[in-house]
T-cell receptor
Framework: QKEVEQNSGPLSVPEGAIASLNCTYSDRGSQSFFWYRQYSGKSPELIMFIYSNGDKEDGRFTAQLNKASQYVSLLIRDSQPSDSATYLCAAAGTASKLTFGTGTRLQVTL | GAVVSQHPSWVICKSGTSVKIECRSLDFQATTMFWYRQFPKQSLMLMATSNEGSKATYEQGVEKDKFLINHASLTLSTLTVTSAHPEDSSFYIC?????????????FGPGTRLTVL
């Protein structure tokens, strides 16, 4: 059973702080990893993807991948109330099928 | 770029009827599309992989005769929920696979909320 694990939260951070979201995966064959943001009642929106070990930065977002530890994380700098959503981690396996975690709910407080 | 649409955005139907949901990639061609279902407060569950010009591949536990998938063109896949029942009420979301510039990603449609009375 291929699994992607996330803490369901809620993770509460004050506005302007750094939010750190974590994810572990069980399938060592997974090669690419994705972070999606999902607002309540809406479909997921792609934020970032990462294929290689290390960090990848895009604006306020940084994705980190450690394949040896089977660990993926997403950092959100200068968190804004509009960042409040559920963040889904996904690992891609064969034929690009995605296995999703259950998501971490982030709350950015004023 | 990478815009995916779904129609309808919501539908209410009576038990026993069939409902068709369309998924379109608007600005790219997608040989592969995926259909997911999401129940409240749960994550996305992959139902099936839709391949243009061939039969869909269903995940374990998903009834292929109940959830009919047709991927007739590079920009359109349809999911038909046949003889829908209240337990089929859910949020159905499609995604389209985009392979571009060395990256292989999925972009999601806005989803279709199905309510079966």
């Amino acid at each position: 059973q291929k699994e992607v694990e996330q803490n369901s939260g809620p993770l509460s951070v004050p506005e302007g702080a750094i939010a750190s979201l974590n994810c572990t995966y069980s399938d060592r064959g997974s090669q690419s990893f994705f972070w999606y943001r999902q607002y309540s009642g809406k479909s997921p929106e792609l934020i970032m993807f990462i294929y290689s070990n290390g960090d990848k930065e895009d604006g306020r977002f940084t994705a980190q991948l450690n394949k040896a530890s089977q660990y993926v994380s997403l950092l959100i700098r200068d968190s804004q109330p509009s960042d409040s959503a559920t963040y889904l981690c996904a690992a891609a396996g064969t034929a690009s099928k995605l296995t999703f975690g259950t998501g971490t709910r982030l709350q950015v407080t004023l | 770029g990478a815009v995916v649409s779904q129609h309808p955005s919501w539908v209410i139907c009576k038990s026993g009827t069939s409902v068709k949901i369309e998924c379109r990639s608007l600005d790219f061609q997608a040989t592969t599309m995926f259909w997911y279902r999401q129940f409240p407060k749960q994550s996305l569950m992959l139902m099936a992989t839709s391949n243009e010009g061939s039969k869909a591949t269903y995940e374990q536990g998903v009834e292929k005769d109940k959830f009919l998938i047709n991927h007739a063109s590079l920009t359109l896949s349809t999911l038909t929920v046949t003889s829908a029942h209240p337990e089929d009420s859910s949020f159905y979301i499609c995604s389209a696979r985009s392979i571009s510039g060395g990256t292989d990603t999925q972009y999601f449609g806005p989803g279709t909320r199905l309510t079966v009375l």
